[in-house]
């Protein structure tokens, strides 16, 4: 079934560097893969998404990469903020259904 | 304020106890999916239903059951309750139309089994 890893479990960087969190996924026919933030007390919340079809996609300061022969996709934070301190979460779905498995968390800390 | 409504946001119970959980998904939603989120766990899958039908099922313990009612809302019943219970669930809903789509998630029920 499908598998996905993450890492690091935990990241700490300066206020104003880049992160990077990177994920690994199984199945070869997963085509979408959503990134979610989870700040303390909070649900999760869609911060960007990636199709299949495309190999990066920006937001501000977030943007995500997939390379899909290697079956691996980033989330990259650039000019971090205190406010990005939380656990980021990666997902991929089970293919042919809208059930997604999640990766264990990356808990980031920005430091001020 | 995501759209999707849980209640309520903290419950403490003693163990051999049984509760409720409900969701209300997003409106226009037919997707309602349970997650289970333990202490420095990620989201383990519990069980998704769609307009009012089962559609899958993950790691969710026979103690545990659910439903979807005809107003799209859910609720998660959980029994016989153990210490090892305590979590939050999260209900999430999709839209599930033209694609693949991310979850929105509620804002989660804490659960406490003492």
């Known amino acids: 079934g499908e598998n996905v890893e993450q890492h690091p479990s935990t990241l700490s960087v300066q206020e104003g560097d880049s992160a990077v969190i990177k994920c690994t996924y199984s199945?070869?026919?997963?085509?979408?893969f959503p990134w979610y933030k989870q700040e303390l007390g909070k649900g999760p919340q869609l911060i960007i998404d990636i199709r299949s079809n495309v190999g990066e996609k920006k937001d501000q300061r977030i943007a995500v990469t997939l390379n899909k022969t290697a079956k691996h996709f980033s989330l990259h934070i650039t000019e971090t903020q205190p406010e990005d301190s939380a656990v980021y979460f990666c997902a991929a779905p089970i293919s042919g259904t809208y059930k997604y498995i999640f990766g264990t968390g990356t808990r980031l800390k920005v430091l001020a | 304020d995501s759209g999707v409504t849980q209640t309520p946001k903290h419950l403490i119970t003693a163990t051999g106890q049984r509760v409720t959980l409900r969701c209300s998904p997003r409106?226009?939603?037919?997707?309602v999916y349970w997650y289970q989120q333990s202490l420095d766990q990620g989201l383990q899958f519990l069980i998704h239903y769609y307009n009012g039908e089962e559609r899958a099922k993950g790691n969710i313990l026979e103690r545990f059951s659910a439903q979807q009612f005809p107003d799209l809302h859910s609720e998660l019943n959980l029994s016989s309750l153990e210490l090892g219970d305590s979590a939050l669930y999260f209900c999430?809903?999709?839209?599930?139309?033209?694609?693949?789509?991310?979850?929105?998630f509620g804002s989660g029920t804490r659960l406490t089994v003492v």
């Open positions: 199945d070869s026919a997963s085509n979408y």
């Open positions: 409106s226009g939603d037919l997707s």
């Open positions: 999430a809903s999709s839209v599930e139309v033209g694609g693949q789509v991310g979850y929105t």
